[in-house]
């Protein structure tokens, strides 16, 4: 599957990518296709060193995600919190921000659709639901302009915002959940929110005659349609294009009239929507309640997702389905195979630093490609 | 046009996949159920997201789970839960697979697992520290679950008996005669700990002062150790955490402060060597043992099951070489005692 789309994109890798940057996503497959195979290749080395063959574990791990229906099902579900907070990501990326804020903002997002689907939880679902979906999407955009706004007025640096955005949002969790004002009284064991009303739960779309026991929610469409939002909204809108602009060149965006200030606070907001409806769909979909470790790190695995599908609509959704496919075939293996889950952090981390090695390449690259135009003016 | 015909790519393979999948699963179910009556008995352990090299109870479940491989022939496996929400199809796995006993470790899977076993009625479930609870948080027995509960109060009493007999003695650095113990959140089987402990101390030495604290967090490190900190600087020499990873902070403030201090649930004397004197321990690998065992020779028993000192489900752990030899008599005595029943530790905290 992966093997057939790379043939076709590579042609166009000699176009100049400023004029052409919607083809800039299609450039490259073919290193997100090798990082991945070189990172299973050194997994398999592991899984040797640990005693086990590595062509079950990778049987065992592939048959996890999509052995079944029911494995098809939990992959996805893997999957939507994963597209969600990688096109997060790749807003900002987009931008020229790095936004390693998704977590939070995802956080956010579930605590405000959590706290409105539970206080008005008697409300009819055509009424709670578009509520509780703008309280999540509301959420999120609104903490993360916070950073775009710091960015922009201040010049401090987003990274730095975003990161100390996530601690922030991880505490107040704890204060509301662990005996605080979203505390229910009767929470499971675990420090957690009331449930939220009928009215806002994600019905279930898979019949339980066909795949027993799913829980394969209607949040999956939400994810496809914001993977269409995203591509609509950056190749096909004056505002995408000026998102990109001052993603490419800030200073060159700001001699053609646009003013990247503002477009900075636009693009981390739209960046902690898409984040804060994931927060959203996995309160609405999956738990129909916060509660306190509710994210186990979407938001950081985001940033992967993001660099793996080259900030591309489609190659996000497709590098959210190998995450998510990951996470669910992991378990699987460390079942039948006995091979333990870490295994998949491992291929995760060398995936990663294979792309981020090579991103390293091109920056160096691009620099003196930059200077030497600007060397011959002179 | 590139971009739609990789869309057409992407669409045909998912669909493809998915149609070839549900033609071929009803195979490997088939044979799986055929394949049932010769099979071993299959028990499957789900951990929580404290992972198998938690030095805690995880740990201790899964040394369980090994044991009684090794000693009566079983197929067993073992899944580590990720995040919380792996909970639910975790434990669907090892149901589908037709296992004959399912483990979830934790009180914080009560809820996947009356979920999941409500769903596979045929399949036996054990809940570590816990008990099978509705959606709406409410407790409710299934007829295939196992509640497998210990009396902390018993194992929190035998420590407490070593602490009183040392801060009355006034042995080594407990010099205060003024004892400690902090919890991570206050519920029950935390309080039990404390409370027996305190019972203890109560009894053998009640001029010894107690004190009592929560760090609100069971990972936090720091906030244990503000907690451990803030006791000795009120005269605490001997300091009993039961607050999981929260409580390595409690510890290491013992350690800084150089006090002593007392383990949890599993044997921590190698946490920190001459800080930690003795761990109150509950022997979850037994219980996960001894319910291993009850599947395959028939004698599984839903609903409550409880781990003591009667069944030596809980036991106080190694001793460092202060604590004397009169106070390991003591608690020694304590334990046969409880086991006799002539000592029943309360289960209600004496100071808050």
Partial sequence: ????????????????????????????????????????????IFVLLSGHDPIAAYIDLFRGAFGSPYDITE?????????????????????????????????IGAVAAGAVGARFADLPGFVLFPMVLAAGIGAGAGWAAIAGYLKAARGVNEV???IMQNYIVVFVMHWLLQNGPMTAPNALGTPASAPIGAGAVLPIIIPNELVPLTRLHAGIFLAIAAVVVFWFLLWRTPLGYELRAVGLGARAAAQAGIDPRTRIVIAMAIAGGFAGLAGMIQVTGVFHRVFDGFSSGYGFDAI??????????????????????????????????????????????????????????????????????????? | MKRALAFLLLATTVVAACGGNVAASPTPSATASATATAKPIQVGLVTDVGGLNDKS?????????????????????????????????????????NYDLVIAVGFLMQNAAWKVAKQFPNVKFAIIDGAPANDAGNTENLPNVANLFFK??????????????MAKNMVGKATHNTVCSMGGIPIPPVDHYIAGYQDAIKTISPTTTILNGYSNDFVDQQKGKEVGLNHISK??????????????????????????????????????????????????????????????????????????????????????????????????????????????????????
């Fill in chain 1, 304 to 378: 992967a997702v993001a660099l793996l599908g080259k900030n591309s609509p489609i190659g996000i959704a497709l590098a959210a389905l190998l995450f998510g496919a990951f996470a669910r075939g992991g378990s699987i293996m460390q079942a039948n195979a006995g091979v333990s889950a870490q295994l998949v952090s491992v291929i995760e981390a060398v995936v990663l630093f294979v792309i981020a090695a090579e991103l390293i390449v091109r920056v160096l690259t691009a620099r003196r490609r930059e200077r030497k135009p600007l060397e011959a003016i002179a």
């Fill in chain 2, 57 to 97: 109870f995880n740990q201790a479940a899964n040394t369980g789970r090994l044991n009684a491989e090794k000693d009566f022939g079983l197929k067993t496996s073992v899944i580590e839960s990720k995040k919380q929400e792996d909970y639910v199809p975790n434990l669907t796995t090892f149901a589908q697979q």
């Fill in chain 1, 1 to 44: 599957m992966a093997s057939e789309p790379q043939a076709t994109p590579t042609g166009p890798a000699t176009a100049p990518s400023v004029r052409q940057p919607t083809a800039q996503w299609a450039r490259g497959p073919a290193v997100p296709v090798a990082s991945v195979v070189f990172a299973l290749a050194i997994g398999a």
């Fill in chain 1, 75 to 107: 992959t996805l579900i893997q999957t939507i919190p994963l597209v969600l907070a990688g096109l997060a990501v790749a807003v900002a990326f987009r931008t020229g921000l790095f936004n390693i804020g998704a977590e939070s903002q995802l956080l």
């Fill in chain 2, 152 to 165: 902390e109060q018993e194992a929190g009493y035998l420590v407490g008996v070593i602490a009183a007999t």
């Fill in chain 1, 160 to 162: 730095i915002t975003t």
């Fill in chain 2, 235 to 352: 005269g605490c020499d001997i300091l009993f955490q039961v607050a999981g990873g929260s409580g390595l902070g409690y510890i290491a403030a013992a350690k800084e402060k150089g006090v002593y201090a007392i383990g949890v649930d599993v044997d921590q004397i190698d946490v920190a060597p001459g800080t930690v004197i003795t761990s109150a321990m509950k022997r979850v690998d037994k219980a996960v043992y001894d319910t291993s065992n009850a599947v395959k020779s028939g004698s599984f028993k839903a609903g409550d099951n409880f781990f003591s000192a009667t069944n030596d489900g809980i036991a106080f752990g190694k001793l460092d070489p202060v604590v004397p030899a009169d106070a390991k008599a003591a608690a020694d005595k304590a334990l046969a005692d409880i086991k006799s029943g002539a000592i029943k530790p309360k289960t209600d905290l004496t100071v808050k």
